[in-house]
């Protein structure tokens, strides 16, 4: 069962979420001049309804049930009246959609309807964008859609957070930390995925096309041409309803300023939209000029740099070629390294020299190879000796991960200490007790391994 939805963000999140994405497909229709109308409708409708659904406080009762029948009744008659009759479809269908969501935000009690109210959001955003009216205006739309989304999907999950925090008893969450929280996160990511698209090539429609032009995007001869017989008009470029009459021209890029200018005088263009391009235009045309003897040192400098380019390219492929070894070199490095063949190599030189032929110093120093064979054999299979731990430290990691090998680790660990710390020489009989549990180590750790 989804869990309870009580974050009063989260409601307005998806409120704002809900009426950015109508808005973008009432932009649509700027030129009809219903485009304030239609936002404060809609912008209404989902005020109520999301109201009713946050009074329940994440348990839908009776209360929200009846509301939703009204509203489906209510949607139902303005579907069949109103958006079918002037819209049609597909463009009456999503007003329809947006009328049931309508009634869902009634019920919306859960966080399983706030991700749905979120997808019905997202399909009236992609419908508008993807619509051959829409061009780079609608940005100022759809990028605070951007980041409702991701306020409202952070600050749903750092509510839940809180919420177990406090039902495990680990304090309470302060209202202020828990909006910095949410709106540093916010933050972070809606940078990182600027960053990420900044990075990323952008082509506009008007490049993907086959060899005979995209459907419904003709205007380019087979093989990338322009013009000849037959040729349509770009969605938004020509007359008819590819471009809806609306002289919007299709986005295929950043637009220029004589494209702000046109498009702020756009007939139904909201006033502070209007208001906010033409600011735009005016800010890039001041900064077009005062940068245009930058922009010309830069060409210089970059026709320089492609003429020594051109100059050193023998030098400069050489010079790559000796990175890409060396990488290449550290690379299969590190890969031994964490494949950890040098280690096998070295515990199996161990019972070769040690176990096998006993060649081994004399003494104390014996002991003490036989000990470092030993833990070499343990690191191997995944038990590596801490730098803080003593031998009695170390023995106990070993009886529990080797409980097997526990009789024989403990043996081993009295002989070095007695050699290690003790005033009398090690005798062969104790480096030949030595000799044989590391054999009889090496041999069961082998054998589990393999078993295993």
Not at 47 to 71: C, M, N, P
């Amino acid at each position: 069962m989804s869990p309870p939805l009580t974050y009063g963000p989260a409601y307005l999140g998806l409120y704002a979420a809900l009426v950015l994405g109508i808005v973008c497909n009432a932009f649509l229709d700027i030129r009809y001049g219903s485009f304030g109308f239609e936002t404060l409708f809609w912008a209404a409708v989902f005020a109520y309804t999301l109201r009713v659904g946050w009074k329940q406080q994440g348990h839908a009762d009776e209360f929200g049930r009846s509301r939703q029948k009204i509203v489906v009744i209510v949607g139902g008659a303005l579907s069949v009246l109103v958006f079918l009759p002037v819209w049609g479809l597909p463009r009456g269908g999503l007003f329809i959609l947006a009328a049931l969501q309508a009634a869902m935000n009634c019920v919306t009690t859960t966080r399983r309807n706030l991700r749905f109210g979120l997808l019905v959001s997202l399909i009236m955003v992609m419908f508008a964008a993807t619509h051959a009216r829409a061009d780079w205006t609608m940005l100022f739309y759809l990028l605070p859609y951007i980041a409702t989304v991701v306020f409202t999907l952070v600050s749903e999950q750092i509510s839940r957070r809180a919420q177990d925090i406090r039902r495990d008893g680990l304090g309470l969450a302060s209202a202020g930390g828990q909006g910095a929280a949410i709106a540093a996160a916010t933050g972070v990511i809606l940078v990182l995925g600027g960053l990420l698209y900044a990075a990323t090539p952008q082509i506009s429609i008007t490049h993907l096309y086959w060899q005979h032009g995209p459907p419904g995007l003709t205007g380019l001869r087979p093989g990338g041409g322009e013009g000849g017989a037959g040729s349509a008009a770009l969605p938004g470029s020509g007359s008819g309803e590819a471009s809806g009459g609306a002289g919007v021209p299709a986005f295929s890029g950043l637009p220029s300023i004589a494209q702000m200018r046109e498009a702020a005088r756009r007939p139904g263009m909201p006033g502070w939209q209007s208001s906010t391009i033409t600011a735009l235009a005016d800010v890039c045309e001041g900064t077009a000029e005062a940068l245009q003897p930058i922009k010309l040192g830069l060409d210089e400098l970059i026709e320089n740099i492609k003429q020594w380019l051109k100059e050193h390219l023998a030098e400069l492929l050489t010079t790559l070629w000796s990175l890409i070894v060396l990488a290449l070199l550290i690379a299969a490095w590190l890969l031994v390294r964490e494949l950890r063949a040098m280690l096998w190599l070295r515990a199996h030189f161990d019972y070769l020299n040690l176990g096998l032929l006993s060649r081994h110093a004399p003494g104390s120093r014996g002991v003490r190879q036989y000990y470092g064979a030993m833990e070499r054999l343990f690191n191997l299979h995944d038990l590596e000796r801490p730098s803080s731990a003593n031998t009695r430290e170390y023995l106990r990691m070993v009886g529990r991960r080797f409980d097997h090998l526990r009789r024989e680790a403990t043996e081993a660990t009295l002989i070095f200490e007695r050699a290690r710390y003790g005033e009398v020489e090690p005798q062969l009989a104790e480096l030949a007790r030595m000799r044989d549990l590391y054999r009889r180590m090496f041999r069961q750790v082998g054998q589990l391994t393999a078993a295993s």
